[in-house]
Nanobody
Framework: QLQASGGGLVQAGDSLRLSCAAS????????MGWFRQTPGKEREFVAT????????YYADSVKGRFTISRDNAKNTVYLQMNSLKPEDTAVYYC??????????????????WGQGTQVTVSS
């Protein structure tokens, strides 16, 4: 199970940190990802962090502004979002997958999803 938190209403240029707590599996063996979705649009990839090496990968739209990290001791993945823009407004979802390979940038790459947390950035 995944429990996302940390969303809220902020102004453009502000920062937020999302958290996603995992339970039920050995967290360090999971690929973890963040996606976001706005009404009427498909869920889009934001960032992923590999199991093992912890190597991150980002969508071009957030590269240089967002940072994904994980704390395996706390079974938690984070998404630090800086320099937020109104177009970052969305429901943000965390996702987990136990497979050992793959890019993990598609929704179909993930087996488990959290409930989502709303991020609203005002201009």
């Amino acid at each position: 199970q995944l429990q996302a938190s940390g969303g809220g209403l902020v102004q453009a240029g502000d920062s937020l940190r999302l958290s996603c707590a995992a339970s039920g599996r050995t967290f360090s063996n999971l690929f973890m990802g963040w996606f976001r979705q706005t009404p009427g649009k498909e869920r889009e990839f934001v960032a992923t962090i590999k199991r093992g090496t912890g190597t991150p990968y980002y969508a071009d739209s957030v590269k240089g502004r967002f940072t994904i990290s994980r704390d395996n001791a706390k079974n938690t993945v984070y998404l630090q979002m800086n320099s937020l823009k109104p177009e970052d407004t969305a429901v943000y979802y965390c996702a987990a997958d136990p497979s050992t390979w793959g890019a993990h940038i598609r929704t179909s790459d993930y087996a488990c999803w959290g409930q989502g947390t709303q991020v609203t950035v005002s201009s």
